[in-house]
């Protein structure tokens, strides 16, 4: 298995730009969340989805952000207009069906984003 | 709300010392508890985790307790090596019925050889 896949690895854009990241998740699983990592904050999870239902979007920071997922293998990030404090590597990772047990979460390389 | 609470870091050690990162939790119920590494331009990698109370989880020389009576599960390996610099992270998953993890803040641990 090829493991959480996301694109770009890295993203320099300009202030009022729009950012758009991508992330598949691990086929068969049932779980994908998106994270957010800085220095100042650490790392946050700005939301998940569950069988491509948004579950919990509380982390997303403002109405700029938003994330869909049209199918099982797909997701995206996306950032409308992009400012400098959104710099910070963005995350997507996946996991199974926990139910009662012990599940992991897989995670992808990150998107690095830059916006000056 | 349910949190994490880590040792700040960096954490310097020498080759083949001894390595403790504390970490404490609060939340409510019985969450089970997880270490990730995250190494340099790294996503987050699960490197073990317990269940349930007395607990012990292990992996690559790595191990970690679950104290349900001090809400600690503190991370030690007897002999680091160059190869463990990395940021590790302790995690719960909360009983509450979403599947979410909430992380601590990170340690840094650098070994040099």
Same mark, same amino acid.
């Given at each position: 298995? +090829?493991?959480?896949?996301?694109?770009?690895?890295?993203?320099?854009?300009?202030?009022?730009?729009?950012?758009?990241?991508?992330?598949?998740?691990?086929?068969?699983?049932? &779980?994908?969340?998106?994270?957010?990592?800085?220095?100042?904050?650490?790392?946050? /999870? /700005?939301? &998940?989805? !569950? !069988?491509?239902?948004?579950?919990?979007?509380? $982390?997303?920071?403002?109405?700029?952000?938003?994330?869909?997922?049209? !199918?099982?293998?797909?997701?995206? /990030?996306?950032?409308?207009?992009?400012?400098?404090?959104?710099? +910070?590597? &963005?995350?997507? +990772?996946?996991?199974? /069906?926990?139910? +009662?047990?012990? &599940?992991?979460?897989?995670?992808?390389? $990150?998107?690095?984003?830059?916006?000056? | 709300?349910? #949190?994490?609470?880590?040792?700040?870091?960096?954490?310097?050690?020498?080759?083949?010392? =001894?390595?403790?990162?504390?970490?404490?939790?609060?939340?409510? *119920?019985?969450?089970?508890? =997880?270490?990730?590494?995250? @190494?340099?331009?790294? *996503?987050?990698?699960?490197?073990?985790?317990?269940?349930?109370?007395?607990?012990?989880?292990?992996?690559?020389?790595?191990?970690?307790? @679950?104290?349900?009576?001090?809400?600690?599960?503190?991370?030690?390996?007897? #002999?680091?090596?160059?190869?463990? #610099?990395?940021? @590790? =992270?302790?995690?719960?998953?909360?009983?509450?019925? =979403?599947?979410?993890?909430?992380? *601590?803040?990170?340690?840094?641990?650098?070994?040099?050889?």
């Amino acid at each position: 298995d +090829a493991g959480v896949i996301q694109s770009p690895r890295h993203e320099v854009t300009e202030m009022g730009q729009e950012v758009t990241l991508r992330c598949k998740p691990i086929s068969g699983h049932d &779980y994908l969340f998106w994270y957010r990592q800085t220095m100042m904050r650490g790392l946050e /999870l /700005l939301i &998940y989805f !569950n !069988n491509n239902v948004p579950i919990d979007d509380s $982390g997303m920071p403002e109405d700029r952000f938003s994330a869909k997922m049209p !199918n099982a293998s797909f997701s995206t /990030l996306k950032i409308q207009p992009s400012e400098p404090r959104d710099s +910070a590597v &963005y995350f997507c +990772a996946s996991s199974p /069906l926990g139910g +009662a047990g012990v &599940y992991e979460q897989y995670f992808g390389p $990150g998107t690095r984003l830059t916006v000056t | 709300g349910d #949190s994490v609470t880590q040792m700040e870091g960096p954490v310097t050690l020498s080759e083949e010392a =001894f390595l403790t990162i504390n970490c404490t939790y609060t939340a409510t *119920g019985y969450p089970s508890l =997880f270490w990730y590494v995250q @190494y340099p331009g790294e *996503g987050l990698q699960l490197l073990l985790k317990a269940t349930k109370a007395d607990d012990k989880g292990s992996n690559k020389g790595f191990e970690a307790t @679950y104290r349900k009576e001090t809400t600690s599960f503190h991370l030690e390996k007897g #002999s680091v090596q160059v190869s463990d #610099s990395a940021v @590790y =992270f302790c995690a719960l998953r909360t009983n509450t019925g =979403f599947q979410k993890l909430v992380f *601590g803040t990170g340690t840094r641990l650098l070994v040099s050889p």
